[in-house]
């Protein structure tokens, strides 16, 4: 496995988001490589010519780096691709104060992360932290109303 810091093809980027059911991405092909382009940091990890992991951050490079996203083809699975991919970005991101991502609640998400450096918000040392969220202005799956209406 090798990995650099190409920026994938389109076509390569929808075949990697398309093997891990990301669909929200590959509905807008074009979009999807815009933004992997016009992220911060993206590493990437071949199995010879075939992308097989993909990591891209948005940072300021001086207080916060967002690990957007993070994702290995499934036949590539525990491999220590996905170790990899962090670690690389813990490294690029050493400097900076705050390393966050959000991710599912599956207990192997979880699990994962935890392995690599990351503590959920609320078991933070220097306090609990709490996560907001907006998609798209959606209100949210329960449709709770905005603060101050």
């Known amino acids: 496995m090798e990995l650099?810091?190409?920026?994938?093809?389109?076509?390569?980027?929808?075949?990697l988001y398309d093997a891990v059911s990301w669909t929200a991405y590959t509905d807008a092909p074009d979009l999807l490589h815009r933004a992997v382009k016009a992220s911060a940091f993206?590493?990437?990890a071949r199995d010879g010519d075939r992308l097989v992991g993909l990591l891209r951050a948005i940072s300021d490079d001086v207080t916060i780096a967002?690990?957007?996203?993070?994702?290995?083809?499934?036949t590539h699975h525990r491999r220590g691709i996905g170790s990899s991919l962090i670690e690389a970005?813990?490294?690029?991101?050493?400097?900076?104060?705050?390393?966050?991502?959000?991710?599912d609640d599956a207990p192997e998400q979880?699990?994962?992360?935890?392995?690599?450096?990351f503590v959920r918000a609320d078991l933070v040392?220097?306090?609990?932290l709490r996560s907001f969220v907006d998609?798209?202005?959606?209100?949210?799956?329960?449709?709770?109303?905005s603060i101050g209406q």
Request: aromatic content about 10%.
């Open 4 to 15: 650099s810091q190409i920026i994938p093809s389109r076509d390569e980027l929808v075949d």
């Open 42 to 44: 993206v590493i990437t």
């Open 66 to 74: 967002y690990l957007q996203d993070l994702l290995v083809r499934p």
């Open 89 to 103: 970005f813990h490294h690029r991101y050493s400097h900076v104060r705050q390393r966050v991502l959000l991710t």
């Open 110 to 117: 979880r699990a994962f992360y935890e392995s690599v450096r």
């Open 125 to 128: 040392e220097e306090g609990p």
């Open 135 to 145: 998609f798209g202005g959606s209100g949210g799956a329960s449709g709770a109303s």
